[in-house]
């Protein structure tokens, strides 16, 4: 066994001694790196991924699902204060089952199965009425947790109470209802519209009206129909002033972020809109010929007279029947005299108007705008140049301008533009980072470590490939030194040695250049002897 030990250990220290100490440190310092990575691969590998199994948990239900994993025998970790129960992903699927099996998790909650269960002879109408109106609770809430958008759902309904005269009519049911929405999501009209019909169908003597809705930030979703006009017009006037407000923002923003990028920007906008509807009729006549103040001559009358003779003359004051008549009478001592008149009857065609106008109802009467910008280097506030910050108030100042309804403001001078916009330089210090999501399941360190050990192998490959080229190449020599025996030349001047002499130096000579031989020979020997 030594020998055999021998055999392979001796290479080894030769190669070994061999090498200079460069390479052993990089030899050395290569074993180490591929432990390393070795360990840290087995170790991501084997490792265990938890994955939720149950989330939005009670501490009544996480409780009672981590002591069945317990007794099971499943490793499980608790997150989220309580809220959230982890397991090993491979496993996940498989524990819902079992678990569902079980009746986990237990909400506590009474729905319509709780009857099939625990109803019996004993229970009074009393108690009857409080478990339906629990489980009615119960499984609105879980319609309305199905809903897209929604996390959770809380619903309280009072039921009127059951009159026991058949002349009195019962009241109506009321319901409130307390949404937990996703972070910023939207929901539509219709969506809203449907949520109110589900509740509206699902309890008995309920109207839309009786029905209020909010989520966990206290914003409420009211229904927009002909039964609420009052929330309905205050609603529309909301969201088109809101709309309003958003089209500037979005313009501004767009405008402003392309200039000093999107990051670099902040902007607010307030409006003022006058939501006044005016219905008027204008009856208006109007000159055609706005000028002269004439309208359009469509007929014209023009009588001549005159008169030559002795006599008494005409007495009294002639009347002209139209701006255009002319008079003119002469007369003389002796009663002679003569007169002429001219009597002109021009008729005028005149623009005659008549409107029923409209008004609007959204008019922007007031626009303030504030912008916050960063300055390019958010330390200096010296890098954001006076001129851009000018060249920014002005573009402010004409979509000001231009927004606000000319009827209302018919002129706005510069002073009072700028007291309706707002700059303000200065670093941001509550910027939002957004962490990228994972492409990939597998991290990127994975590849690195793994490109890392396949150039280690490879330089580890090509090392022993070299070495074992080089070792074959001192063997090869060795044989060829051993095959070829060289021819000893008698010194004249040495007398000619005997046989035992003759292998007595061979004997040495095979001790040096052999010894493993020399060594068998000798236990040969002995054995014989």
């Known amino acids: 066994m030594k020998e055999t030990l021998q055999k392979y250990i001796n290479p080894l220290n030769e190669y070994w001694s061999s090498r200079s100490k460069k390479q052993r440190t990089i030899l050395i310092s290569t074993v180490a790196c591929i432990l390393l990575a070795a360990g840290i691969i087995t170790y991501f590998t084997t490792r265990t991924n938890l994955v939720p199994l149950y989330s939005n948990l009670t501490p009544s239900e996480t409780g009672s699902i981590k002591e069945s994993l317990d007794g099971r025998g499943i490793k499980s970790e608790i997150t989220d204060g309580g809220q959230t129960i982890k397991v090993p992903d491979q496993i996940v699927d498989t524990l819902k089952v079992e678990l569902a099996a079980e009746g986990l998790p237990k909400s506590g909650s009474i729905d319509y199965s709780f009857f099939s269960q625990n109803a019996g002879m004993g229970t009074t109408e009393n108690e009857f009425n409080v478990m339906k109106l629990d489980a009615m609770q119960t499984e609105l809430a879980n319609l309305i947790k199905g809903i897209e958008g929604i996390n959770d759902a809380k619903v309280m309904i009072n039921l009127p109470e059951t009159s026991l005269f058949v002349n009195e009519t019962s009241g109506e049911a009321s319901a409130s ?97 006058d939501f006044t509807q005016e219905n008027r009729e204008e009856n208006l006549v109007t000159p055609v010929d706005d000028e002269n103040m004439e309208g359009i001559a469509i007929s014209a009358q023009k009588i001549t007279e005159a008169y030559t003779g002795s006599g008494n003359a005409p007495e009294g004051v002639p009347q002209a029947e139209s701006t255009g008549d002319t008079y003119q009478a002469t007369e003389n001592s002796s009663g002679n005299g003569d007169y002429e008149k001219v009597d002109e009857t021009i008729n005028y065609e005149i623009n005659r108007i008549r409107k029923e106008i409209v008004e609007s109802p959204f008019k922007v009467r007031d626009l303030g705008i504030q912008v916050m910008v960063e300055p390019p280097e958010a330390d200096n506030l010296d890098s954001l140049s006076e001129e851009r910050v000018e060249d920014i108030k002005n573009m402010l100042a004409t979509i000001v301008r231009t927004s606000i309804d000319k009827n209302q403001n018919p002129e706005l001078t510069d002073e009072e533009i700028n007291q309706k916009i707002s700059v303000s330089v200065q670093p941001f210090a509550g910027k939002v980072t957004f962490v990228e999501g994972k492409e990939s399941s597998i991290p990127w360190w994975v590849y690195a470590v793994g490109g890392v050990l396949i150039v280690v192998i490879g330089l580890l490959v090509f090392l022993f490939m070299k070495a074992r080229r080089q070792r074959n190449e001192e063997v ?28 007595r130096k061979q004997l040495e000579k095979m001790a040096k250049e052999k010894p493993e031989e020399f060594a068998k020979l000798l236990r040969s020997w002995i054995a014989e002897d």
């Open 476 to 503: 090869e020599a060795d044989e060829v030194i051993d095959f070829i025996q060289p021819v000893e030349v008698p010194d004249v001047n040495e007398s000619h040695e005997t046989e035992s002499s003759l292998r």
């Open 177 to 273: 209802i307390v949404l937990s929405t996703k972070p910023g999501y939207q929901f539509e009209q219709n969506q809203i519209t449907a949520l109110y019909q589900l509740v509206s169908k699902s309890v008995p003597k309920l109207p839309t009206d009786n029905i209020v809705i909010m989520n966990q930030n206290f914003e409420y979703f009211d229904l927009k129909n002909e039964n609420n006009l009052s929330g309905s017009l205050f609603a529309n006037q909301q969201e088109v002033k809101k709309e309003i407000e958003r089209d500037v923002q979005r313009q501004v923003q767009s405008m402003l972020g392309t200039l000093m990028g999107q990051d670099k920007v902040v902007v607010a906008v307030t409006a003022d809109i």
